[in-house]
């Protein structure tokens, strides 16, 4: 495991920045050889945040981005949870296409089929879609349904981040919240296509993030972001909790 900057007080200060922000980042940068070690150390910690939760009678909720960098996570956590006491246990995603489920595309479709012995018996979908034709009509009617299922903070938030530095479907130089909501619609800037996302707001309201990116390029973004203006920038700046960094080449 290793650390980006100087370590203080448990806090992380990037060095690639002329002094700080607010103080101190709190991250932490932890290196793996390969993607099945990143794999098993998320996983662990994973399912330890699953059985605290459960013995103190409460559930366990968390935001997952989509993708097929994750997705091997998501089928070791199945594999996982498939042996273990049934528990409360919501999953949401932090951004969805505006695409049925079963669309090669969609985030909650890649959910279902990634832990398919879990769903429905050791987690749940609290899902970002409805019958609406747009996310711009659905918003208010899916932010009422995250204030219902998903009240407290999240347990943890899994982000994946381009290379551009964008962060769920919140994308450099396009908004990162609606007039207070939850979520908000969103267009992917090359494909022009619709989507929803958590805004960053919701995406804070958590116990901890976990970044998980890969390859030297978005290394480099990350340890950059601090002098930049991108959505991964406001992340950084605006988390009141510890972001864990898992990095492998």
């Known amino acids: 495991m290793e650390t980006i900057g100087q370590q203080v007080n448990n806090q992380i200060i990037n060095p690639n920045i002329d002094g700080n922000i607010n103080g101190n980042v709190n991250a932490q940068f932890r290196r793996f050889e390969n993607f099945g070690e990143l794999t098993k150390s998320l996983v662990n910690e994973w399912v330890d945040i699953i059985d605290i939760a459960a013995s103190e009678n409460r559930p366990a909720a968390f935001a997952l ?20 006491t049934p528990s409360d246990v919501r999953l949401t995603a932090t951004d969805e296409r505006w695409v049925n489920d079963n669309d090669p595309q969609s985030n909650e479709g890649l959910f279902k089929k990634c832990l398919p012995l879990s769903y429905g018996k050791q987690w749940n979908l609290v899902s970002l879609k409805n019958a609406a034709n747009t996310p711009e009509v659905a918003m208010e009617a899916i932010n009422e349904r995250l204030h219902q299922q998903l009240p407290g903070r999240f347990s943890a938030v899994l982000l994946g981040m381009g290379a551009d530095g964008h962060i769920a479907s919140l994308f450099p130089g396009a908004p990162v919240q609606a007039d207070g909501l939850d979520c908000l619609a969103a267009v992917h800037p090359q494909t022009h296509q619709t989507r929803i996302s958590l805004s960053l707001p919701r995406l804070l309201q958590t116990e901890k993030i976990w970044l998980v990116i890969t390859g030297d390029e978005k290394r480099q973004v990350f340890e950059s972001a601090l002098t930049t203006s991108l959505p991964i920038t406001k992340l950084l700046k605006q988390a009141q909790c510890q972001i864990e960094v898992f990095w492998c080449p």
């Not at 097929?68 to 199945?78: F, G, I, K, M, N």
Request: cysteine-free.
């Open 65 to 84: 981005a989509g993708g097929s960098t994750p997705a091997p996570v998501y089928r070791e956590l199945d594999q996982a949870l498939a042996q273990r």
